[in-house]
């Protein structure tokens, strides 16, 4: 009686486990056979109710291992014991692009200082890509911008083009938002120039913009003066040089000292110890006039950064080609920062 209990409550997870339980109860040496040639010397009126209680016994042991082998036949079961103690094979997930880092990284910068994200269509037409932007008709200001021109137009918006800058978000967010308005807006943006290690025919930017009333050039510094420490180390240094935009009046351009950004391998830094990295000024009285804005009332700053730079600058890349040909050598190098 205990051996069928034994037998029947039997379960077995591994091939192993199971010839063990073959040779103890089954085979020509196990415990079966040992009591059928007790059998004999069972004393003969005994012989039929202890045979009869054997048998079932041989029974139950039989159709038990054809059960388990066929369980463990159909689950793939194998002769090695899973050790659950060993450490896992790391499943391979993959890792954020470079530039997603970089943007996400700008906009946790931005959104603590009150900004919000912005969005506009990389398909524009001229008033929101130049003209309301101060670009005066056929001026050579526009030619700064190489631009890829899709469809000639005569209606209201003009020309149908692939944004320059990330600046067309600014108007469509003056037309439809009253000030105060304090936004980035991340994008990619398209000029027409040849692919090299330096010039891509696309690229990413973020572009700032605040205005409200008594918005200062000083709040401008001090805003990107806060970025480039949180971006780029406490210790940075911000430098600003006059510059012309259409859209911006006074208008400068921002440098930072190459603090993390050092040796051979750093081409984006000059000599002179500073690397650009923004495009600034107070808005155009022009361009708050042409999104219904009043010049009077408010004023603003904007501000407008290449992705890539600031990348660049973060993980010395130092071809802009890397960012788009999908080499996953490349890419699996950046880890997401805690
Ligand atoms: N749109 C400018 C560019 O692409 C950058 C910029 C943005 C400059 C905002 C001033 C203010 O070069």
Redo the contacts with the bound molecule.
């Keep these: 009686q205990v051996l069928l209990k034994e037998v029947s409550d039997f379960a077995a997870s591994t091939k192993q486990e199971l010839e063990n339980f073959r040779l103890k109860y089954i085979s020509k040496k196990g415990a079966l056979a040992e009591l059928f040639e007790d059998l004999k010397k069972v004393p003969v009126e005994q012989k039929k109710q202890v045979g009869k209680v054997l048998n079932e016994l041989k029974q139950a042991a039989e159709s038990k291992f054809a059960a388990l082998n066929e369980a463990l036949e159909s689950s793939g079961g194998s002769n090695i014991d899973i050790d659950l103690t060993l450490p896992p094979v790391p499943n391979k997930v993959g890792n954020l692009h470079p530039l997603t880092l970089t943007r996400l990284r700008i906009i946790e910068i931005f959104e603590r200082l009150g900004f919000n994200v912005a969005d506009g269509p990389e398909i524009e037409d001229d008033w929101h890509n130049f003209s309301a932007?101060n670009f005066p008709e056929n001026h050579p200001a526009r030619e700064?911008?190489d631009t890829f021109f899709i469809e000639k137009s005569n209606k209201e918006g003009g020309d149908i083009l692939l944004r320059?800058?990330?600046?067309n978000v600014?108007i469509r967010l003056l037309e439809k938002q009253r000030p105060p308005v304090r936004a980035i807006m991340p994008g990619r943006?398209y000029r027409n120039e040849a692919i090299s290690a330096r010039a891509h025919c696309f690229f990413h930017?973020v572009?700032?913009?605040y205005v409200d009333k008594n918005v200062s050039f000083a709040d401008l510094k001090q805003t990107l003066f806060h970025f480039a420490k949180e971006m780029y180390g406490k210790d940075i240094k911000l430098r600003l040089r006059p510059?012309f935009?259409p859209?911006?009046e006074p208008?400068?351009e921002i440098d930072v000292t190459c603090l993390i950004c050092k040796g051979s391998g750093c081409v984006v830094c000059k000599k002179s110890g500073w690397v650009e990295i923004?495009?600034?000024?107070m808005?155009h009285p022009n361009v708050l006039k042409n999104c219904g804005v009043d010049p009077e009332e408010f004023t603003g700053?904007?501000?407008?950064?290449?992705i890539e730079r600031v990348t660049q600058l973060r993980y010395q890349v130092n071809d802009l080609r890397l960012y788009s040909e999908n080499d996953i050598r490349f890419l699996k190098q950046f880890h997401t920062e805690g």
Excluded at 164 to 167: A, D, G, I, K, V
Excluded at 278 to 281: D, I, K, S, Y
Excluded at 301 to 306: D, E, L, S, V, Y
Aim: proline share 0%.
């Design positions: 932007l700064m911008q320059t800058h990330t600046s600014q943006v930017q572009e700032g913009l510059s935009f859209f911006t208008s400068a923004a495009g600034a000024g808005v700053f904007a501000f407008g950064m290449g």
